[in-house]
Nanobody, 125 residues
Framework: VQLQASGGGLVQAGGSLRLSCAASEGTFSSYGVGWFRQVPGKERDFVAALRWSTGSTYYGDSLKGRFTISRDYAKNTVYLQMNSLKPEDTAVYYC???????????????????WGQGTLVTVSS
């Protein structure tokens, strides 16, 4: 499966953005799909993930409540809705997929084998 991330941009603090991760050359039906973010010079961090087969969702610490991950079956797309954005949310956001994940692996970055290109989110103060 190939992944195409989109939806990044510049937004003021308190605003919202929705990122999209679309699958091509395959479907997400047997995958878990995650979002990660990276600030230059820092490690890439887990943001959220969704296990396609069950719809189960997983969130990084302190992000649940502001961020929501969801899916669209028809469009074979996973979304990351980001609300109440803060300047510290500024990062390059990546979507990734791992095949046939088990629940406890959904937050394990090294188990994601397929990565899309990043999309830059900039939150101004």
């Amino acid at each position: 499966v190939q992944l195409q991330a989109s939806g990044g941009g510049l937004v003021q603090a308190g605003g919202s953005l929705r990122l999209s991760c679309a699958a091509s050359e395959g479907t997400f039906s047997s995958y878990g799909v995650g979002w990660f973010r990276q600030v230059p010079g820092k490690e890439r961090d887990f943001v959220a993930a969704l296990r396609w087969s069950t719809g189960s969702t997983y969130y990084g610490d302190s992000l649940k409540g502001r961020f929501t991950i969801s899916r669209d079956y028809a469009k074979n797309t996973v979304y990351l809705q980001m609300n109440s954005l803060k300047p510290e949310d500024t990062a390059v956001y990546y979507c990734a997929a791992q095949r046939r994940p088990i629940a406890q692996n959904m937050v394990v970055q090294r188990l994601y084998s397929y990565w899309g290109q990043g999309t830059l989110v900039t939150v101004s103060s």
